[in-house]
């Protein structure tokens, strides 16, 4: 082992830095995301998929279209969407902080929003490049082809969302899991069904009225009063993603991160 | 122990003659404590950090890596005020480009290679020299297998690339905990001159450990916690002869034990002996034990006793501290 050269010298003409926040991001890709981490995303993908199946061979709705909806908004919307989305958002925050190595990106100089949003965007990424697909094939194996893209963009945006809710979650507390799950089944079902208030400030009531509002023959009981369908539910999706990536940039300066033994 | 070693006793103003506070110091720690839940990690500390290598030390709990994570930021404190460059490590975030830290943790970052590791904090601080990380790198002796994977290494090269990655920003103030653990023989040799090049070009470093010789090897000054409060500090001679004032125990195994009893019985280092059947040999008690280490071969040799065995049996950091919170 040498110990020659102990710092690093200035040689040669000084190069520009490498973007912090790419630097953010292609970590978020790299680190984050083993292939156990991958395989946990990948199989509620895979229900998804299956719940298309399962619309394509109950027959008591008129349409197939009708069908994949109602099946769509319990089974991907309401469970395999979020089951996904908050393992790739525990992913790029919480088990982080949980296995200890966090402090190589907190103790850096780079800004608190820079990391949170970085880490947001590798996760979205990947989230909109795993879970939306699978609500889009999961349309086409329902044999209602049409009703993809609305799957695909009401997936995408609510996955986005979930994920920055599960860092927000990640940056308070270091059970992300539990509390996320009580989140989501607890209050977002539970509370969400009865409440319009809460399904209001749900990802998983606005990305279900997403879809449904641009279905061309949405069923009705998939239509709640207070929740806007479409892209008012898209723009909801976005503004609940806003605000808890900021809260997860003020909590994060906040966190106390002593170690894994801890 | 001498008592000018204590500084837990002195008051907070008397700063210029406490060995616990640094004449240059660049990392200050004023009347810190810090606590999880019910457990207090630090209690109200004092002390300071300059340039040059200074050893943390303490038995495992004693608050080392609360002080570290507090004085790098990642532990907000409850009470006090921890000062890196004048400037609050924790709120101020320009002061982290200058301190450098490598935890104890073994975990390292899934799925990146050593090179890529280094790389990613190099992009994080702004280094913009591209050679940089190769160089930190090459430091630690970690450059041939950089483009292996972090994870897959083992626990000393893993510290290696730790260190290569806190490197790779040139710090003006290092904090590494245990940085010596895992590392082989040859590895801490390396690593120990690499820490006293980075000392001798006035940076900061704050070793901590809890083996006294370890640290010895490379500080001048040391800072001994035990139970999150201040227990000693001030040069390594300084502990060492406080190590070496307080009651002894050395187990001597000879020929005749008797014999070799009766004749150090009337020694002025000796204090007491008494027979150890369990280890068949005699534990002397003694309070200079350098008197007796010169004076033990020549009793053996006039009393015709051959010495098999002589051990110290509490030479060890623990013991240490255990007298100095007695």
């Known amino acids: 082992m040498s110990t020659a050269a102990p710092l690093p010298a200035k040689a040669g003409a000084p190069s520009r830095p490498r973007s912090r926040f790419i630097a953010i991001v292609a970590y978020t890709w790299r680190s984050c995301f083993p292939r156990k981490r991958w395989a946990a995303v990948l199989l509620p993908c895979a229900g998804a998929v299956l719940f298309g199946l399962l619309a394509r061979t109950v027959d008591h709705f008129p349409t197939r279209e009708r069908a994949f909806a109602n099946i769509a908004a319990e089974g991907i919307f309401s469970l395999m969407m979020p089951i996904a989305a908050l393992v790739i958002g525990d992913s790029v925050l919480g088990a982080e902080v949980r296995a200890g190595t966090f402090h190589f990106t907190w103790l850096s100089p780079a800004p608190r929003w820079q990391i949170v949003i970085g880490r947001w965007l590798g996760g979205a990424t990947v989230s909109i490049t795993t879970i939306a697909p699978a609500a889009a094939l999961a349309a086409v194996v329902a044999g209602t082809a049409t009703s993809a893209g609305a799957a695909f963009v009401a997936a995408a945006v609510g996955s986005v969302s979930y994920v920055a809710l599960f860092i927000a979650i990640g940056c308070i507390t270091r059970r992300t899991a539990v509390w996320s799950l009580a989140i989501v089944f607890l209050v977002e079902r539970l509370l969400g069904s009865a409440l319009t208030g809460i399904a209001q400030l749900s990802p998983t009531w606005e990305s279900r009225a997403a879809f449904v509002g641009y279905l061309d023959d949405p069923p009705s009981r998939l239509i709640r009063s207070g929740i806007p369908e479409g892209g008012g539910a898209i723009v909801r999706l976005l503004i609940i993603a806003a605000v808890a990536l900021a809260i997860a940039t003020w909590r994060m300066s906040h966190m106390r991160l002593s170690g894994a033994s801890d | ?326």
Not at chain 2, 20 to 41: E, H, L
Not at chain 2, 235 to 248: E, F, Q, V
């Open chain 2, 1 to 326: 122990m001498g008592r000018a070693l204590m500084t837990t006793d002195l008051p907070t103003g008397s700063v210029e003659h406490d060995p616990a506070f640094a004449a240059d110091a660049t990392v200050t720690i004023s009347d810190v404590s810090v606590w999880f839940g019910a457990k207090v990690a630090l209690s109200e500390l004092s002390c300071s950090f300059g340039p040059g290598i200074t050893g943390l030390l303490g038995p495992n709990g004693a608050g080392k890596t609360t002080l570290m994570r507090a004085m790098t930021g990642l532990v907000g404190v409850n009470q006090g005020t921890v000062r890196v460059e004048g400037r609050d490590p924790r709120r101020e975030r320009n002061v982290r480009g200058r301190l450098a830290l490598v935890p104890e943790d073994e975990a390292v970052p899934a799925g990146l290679t050593a090179r890529q590791l280094v790389r990613y904090t190099a992009d994080l601080f702004g280094v913009a020299d591209r050679e940089a990380p190769d160089r930190a790198l090459a430091s630690v002796g970690m450059l041939s297998v950089a483009d292996r994977r972090v994870n897959e290494f083992s626990k000393g090269m893993r510290q290696r690339t730790k260190i290569a990655a806190s490197l790779v920003t040139d710090p003006s103030i290092l904090v590494l905990d245990e940085p010596l653990n895992g590392a082989d023989p040859v590895q801490r040799l390396a690593l120990i001159e690499l820490f006293k090049s980075l000392a001798d070009t006035g940076r900061t470093v704050i070793v901590s450990s809890h083996v006294l010789g370890e640290v010895e090897r490379m500080a001048e000054r040391m800072i001994v916690l035990v139970h999150g409060r201040l227990a000693a500090a001030g040069g390594r001679h300084a502990i060492r002869d406080a190590m070496d004032d307080r009651p002894r125990h050395v187990l001597v195994r000879s020929t005749d034990g008797r014999h070799l009893a009766i004749a150090l019985i009337g020694l002025e280092a000796v204090d007491g002996i008494k027979f150890d059947n369990a280890r068949d040999g005699l534990v002397i008690q003694t309070r200079n034990a350098r008197v007796l280490a010169t004076a033990l071969p020549r009793v053996a040799r006039e009393t015709s006793v051959r010495l098999l065995e002589v051990r110290a049996l509490d030479d060890s950091l623990e013991s240490l501290f255990r007298e100095l919170v007695r």
